[in-house]
């Protein structure tokens, strides 16, 4: 049985993805981290510890203490945080990072680290984004991403650590809330229409950009570590996308629930030009033949099971 630590665990995807990995491999197995201290429904299910990713004598002493094997490393700050401090956003993402793959290098462990959409940048092909591009980020964020990416790669083929990771585009779950990124309004606006029933978007009404349910969001990330390695040609960047929205087309998705739900605008620069930057629509071909990625969730269902969840 796998044993396993996360890190970064209390965010929007953790909060999901601890309880699939205690379920599938026990809880016992699974060690709970994140900088900050966590709720009950966490705490009291299986081992949490707080644990600060960046400090890599307590992440190397967390990994031998709980005898970890494989490490999901979510500790992250995100791009609209990122943008209005990129000296933290270097230094966390950076530094948690390096501690991860240091000691996963002197324990033999894998790794899963997720890159993003925001990985990409002005210069790279929009529509369709190939796996393999131009990787020119105008973000912190970004730039930390693409560095991670190529991390992750050299700590395989330099030390043989079993790297592997997607590149996440925006992600929608109820739940924990969004950490601060770019892609916050497509979770936002099922808040605000199933409380409120109108909507102000911080993005502007055509600005497409790629999103995926989280539930296929922890398929993907299950996925990928129990993938074939013989298979694996790209291991640690792996387009993977669900879906494409607009605030206009996912507005139309909810009215056809809450036919009297409004959305308007009140656009923030920074974000519109993060979203600027990013692609429309990223190639997903090469997860779908390495490791047979295929989401279950289109817009239409997982506007279907948003709504339901918040309405309950
Ligand atoms: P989040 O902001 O919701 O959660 C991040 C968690 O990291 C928080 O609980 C925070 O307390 C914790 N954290 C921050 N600094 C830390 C530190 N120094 N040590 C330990 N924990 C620390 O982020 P998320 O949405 O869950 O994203 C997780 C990862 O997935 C990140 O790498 C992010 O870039 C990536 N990703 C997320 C999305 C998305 O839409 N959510 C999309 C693409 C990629
Ligand atoms: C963000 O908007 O920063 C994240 C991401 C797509 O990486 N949701």
């Known amino acids: ?39 009950p429904e966490v705490t009291e299910a299986g081992p949490f510890q707080v644990l600060d990713a960046t400090d890599a004598s307590a992440v190397a002493q967390a990994v031998m203490g709980h005898q970890a094997d494989t490490v999901y490393h979510l500790a992250a700050i995100l791009s609209a945080t990122g943008e209005n ?31 993003s959409i925001g990985a990409f940048g002005p210069d790279t092909p929009k529509d369709p984004t190939p796996q393999d591009t131009i990787m020119r980020p105008a973000t912190m964020y970004g730039i930390t991403k693409v560095a991670g990416e190529l991390l992750c790669d050299y700590y395989h083929t330099r030390y043989g ?6 590149r996440f585009p925006g992600l929608i779950s109820y ?47 299950v996925g990928i ?13 792996f387009n993977v996308t669900a879906m494409q929205l607009t605030p206009t087309s996912l507005a139309a998705e909810i009215q056809k629930h ?36 295929s989401p279950s969730f289109d817009a239409a269902a997982m506007t279907v099971d948003m709504l339901e969840h918040l309405t309950n």
């Open 1 to 39: 049985m796998k044993r396993i630590l996360i890190t970064g665990a209390g965010g929007q995807i953790g909060s999901w993805l601890a309880p699939r990995l205690r379920d599938l491999y026990g809880a016992a197995n699974v060690l709970v981290t994140d900088v900050r201290h966590l709720g």
């Open 85 to 115: 401090d990129p000296g933290l956003a270097w230094r966390v993402n950076m530094s948690s990072l390096e501690a991860v793959l240091e000691v996963a290098r002197e324990q033999a462990c894998a790794v899963f680290t997720p890159s």
């Open 161 to 166: 650590v079993d790297t592997r990771g997607v």
């Open 175 to 221: 739940g924990a809330p969004p950490g601060g990124g770019t892609t916050d309004w497509a979770v936002d606006i099922f808040y605000k229409a199933s409380s409120a029933g109108r909507y102000t978007c911080f993005l502007g009404p055509e600005s497409q950009l790629d999103m995926m349910y989280m539930p296929d969001a922890i398929d993907a990330l």
């Open 225 to 237: 570590m129990e993938a074939d390695p013989e298979r694996l040609v790209h291991r640690n960047a």
């Open 258 to 293: 809450i036919p009297d739900f409004e959305i308007d605008y009140d656009v923030d620069p920074v974000r519109q030009s993060i979203a600027d930057s990013w692609p429309d629509r990223i190639d997903d071909s090469a997860a779908r033949e390495e490791w047979d990625w």
